[in-house]
């Protein structure tokens, strides 16, 4: 069923999606600035609009009798006062690997770039058949310009790793068997690699660790409740460093990383992913000891730290506690917030933070549906 161009699917989520298959794909049509004395509206509905677009002309209200016109006056002067828009953006988990990776070519290419219908069912096996339309990472389609880059494995993972796993009561200190992992060579760098040259502009990467190898940590595994050994500290440093190492190497480069996946995880009983638990002083000590200096001494000083990478009820005090250490203050950019809790936490406390803490900017990095699907109290 087609709603205004959309192949709709319900997914009992109070809303439809659109679906691209290897016939058919909902094309979003650029804006063009209109002509003189007329509007464009773009409307995108729950229903399954998409991107229906209307030209209105402005008319003269029948009782306005002082003039015939209507000014408008944009003050740029004041832009600075209002919120600035980093960007959109999804991620690069192995569960989207997969399955970007697990149909044909050119279905990967409606994923990815194309938007438009094929023009004949040669396409499948004659790709130049398509039309070229750019879905996700040009000015034609979504125009994508932030992707999350997991730094190791996650719950989007179909088994727990990192880049320096060992056998039971093995250390790495020196971390002389960091390697990347099959997940990054065959999913995650060739499908960034095919973003970054669809794009029209850079995209800003950021990456974010779930946990460290388990021999860092003092349960001794990936999964579950367990905090880095502080003796690891200056290891776990070095860690992130060698990952934007290894990805230079394969000519990514990234913008920006968090400084921990949802650190609050990792301090959990019978948690059941991977995860590294810290406390706000910890994390403040980490990053104005260890992960600061190390950036500043690598070839990686620009990238932007982002603290938190959790959800809102933490804040502001979670910020607070970070910007009151003068050494890891220093080193951060950004706060990072998760939207799962958002509906107990009221959105006042991220004016707090910004209030507090200007000069950083918040960025929703996490937002996944199907978390809660079998809570029926949730809304």
Known sequence: MLIGGCNSRDFGHGSVVCVCNASYCDEIIPLQPPEAGKIQVAISSKAGSRWNITELQFQEHENDVVSAEAVFYIDKNKATLYQEIIGFGGAFTDAAGM?????AEPLQNLILRNTACIRDHTALTEPSKFIKKKAYYSSEGLEYSLSRVPVGGTDFSIYPYTYDDLDLGKTDPELYNFTLAPEDLIYKIPLLKRAI?????PL???????SAPGWMKDSGKIMGKGKLLKQYYSTWAKYYIMFFERYAEHNITFWGLTA???PTDGLVEYFNFNALGWTSFEQAQWIGEYLGPA???SSFAYLQVMVLDDNRFLLPKWVDDVMSD???SE???GVAVHWYLDWVTPPHVLDLTHDRNPHLFLLYTEACTGSYLNLSSVP
């Open 326 to 328: 003068s050494q890891a």
């Open 331 to 333: 080193y951060v950019s």
């Open 197 to 201: 040259s669809m794009s029209s502009t």
């Open 99 to 103: 399955n970007i990776m697990s149909v």
């Open 260 to 262: 921990q996946n949802e």
């Open 295 to 297: 950036l500043r001494n």
């Open 204 to 210: 800003k990467l950021f990456a974010s660790a779930w």
